[in-house]
């Protein structure tokens, strides 16, 4: 099922519901709290819209709660919800046998020394070789770009994660109907 499926369903969530679903896309309660009052939706693309200008928005401390629970790129996650995106996510970063991991690791290490965050970037459907290009190319910016590069980036994983948790709505919402 689609996106666009489940906006209904998600327009008719209870709040709370829809705060903890909004939470598995990103760890934010205000960007949950600004996409939940937004309802109805009634269409994808305003669903989108609403939650990538909020996730724009991201506040210092916002940033950092967020980063928290995202994993280093190219090591192994933890247990629980947001693991299991992230290895989703990153599921093209395995190594090759090239050195990638260790490359990978270097660059996250030199990454975290300079800009004291863990780098974080959309890894779906990229490969090793294009993260640890991004992952180099940004080592070269100034802080305030590289806190907007990283912003941009949550909000497209949060994106990303939010357009699969509402298509899962519309399935959920689609099996009650036909059980009925």
């Known amino acids: 099922m689609s996106a666009s499926a489940g906006v209904a369903a998600f327009d008719e969530l209870p709040r709370e ?6 939470g598995t896309c990103l760890a934010v309660p205000r960007w949950a709290a600004q996409v939940a009052d937004g309802r109805p939706y009634d269409a ?8 990538a200008r909020a996730a724009a928005e ?20 933890g247990a629980g919800h947001d693991a299991a995106h992230s290895r989703r ?3 093209g970063l395995t190594a090759s046998g090239d050195g990638l991991a260790e490359r990978l690791a270097a660059g996250n290490a030199a990454y975290e020394a300079r800009f004291d965050r863990v780098f974080l970037l959309r890894a779906a459907g990229r490969d090793g070789a294009q993260v640890l290009a991004e992952l180099e190319r940004r080592l070269g910016n100034d802080d305030a770009t590289e806190r907007a590069e990283t912003v ?9 994660r939010l357009e699969g948790a509402v298509a899962g709505l519309a399935t959920t919402a689609h099996r009650r109907e036909s059980d009925a």
């Open 152 to 160: 941009a980036n949550l909000g497209e994983i949060a994106l990303l």
């Open 58 to 77: 991201l506040t210092d401390g916002e940033l950092e709660t967020a980063l928290a629970r995202h994993p280093r790129l190219g090591e192994r996650a």
């Open 44 to 51: 994808w693309e305003p669903l989108r819209d609403n939650a």
């Open 89 to 91: 996510e990153q599921a």
């Open 17 to 22: 519901e829809a705060l903890a679903l909004l």
